[in-house]
């Protein structure tokens, strides 16, 4: 079994900044891509930013958000800045995570963390 772990989501107001945090945990061999992904109301699910080895970001967000990992950790965090109420959305936690039980890669997705922009 593999589990991602989110947090760190809340209420900012426009201009504030947050970091999430997303850790995973389980039966990991090898992790290749960590990325976030988010989905606002009555919206499809959109990539934010990707990381492996090089790092990717949506263009609405280049600038102002920076994602990271710490692969001791097996962590990825998003740092958010300069947030707008247009990002107001549920962000998730994405990864490929080669599992010892299974052998092969897989695609595993967090829960979800809201993250509120608003005044």
């Known amino acids: 079994q593999v589990q991602l772990v989110e947090s760190g989501g809340g209420l900012v107001q426009p201009g504030g900044s947050l970091r999430l945090s997303c850790a995973a945990s389980?039966?990991?061999?090898?992790?290749?891509?960590m990325g976030w992904y988010r989905q606002a109301p009555g919206k499809e699910r959109e990539l934010v930013a990707t990381?492996?080895?090089?790092?990717h970001y949506a263009d609405s967000v280049k600038g102002r958000f920076t994602i990271s990992r710490d692969n001791a950790k097996n962590t990825v965090y998003l740092q958010m800045n300069s947030l707008k109420p247009e990002d107001t959305a549920i962000y998730f936690c994405?990864?490929?995570?080669?599992?010892?039980?299974?052998?092969?890669?897989?695609?595993?997705w967090g829960q979800g963390t809201q993250v509120t922009v608003s005044s």
């Open positions: 389980g039966s990991i061999w090898v992790i290749n891509a």
């Open positions: 994405n990864a490929m995570i080669l599992s010892t039980n299974t052998g092969t890669y897989n695609n595993y």
């Open positions: 990381s492996r080895g090089s790092t």
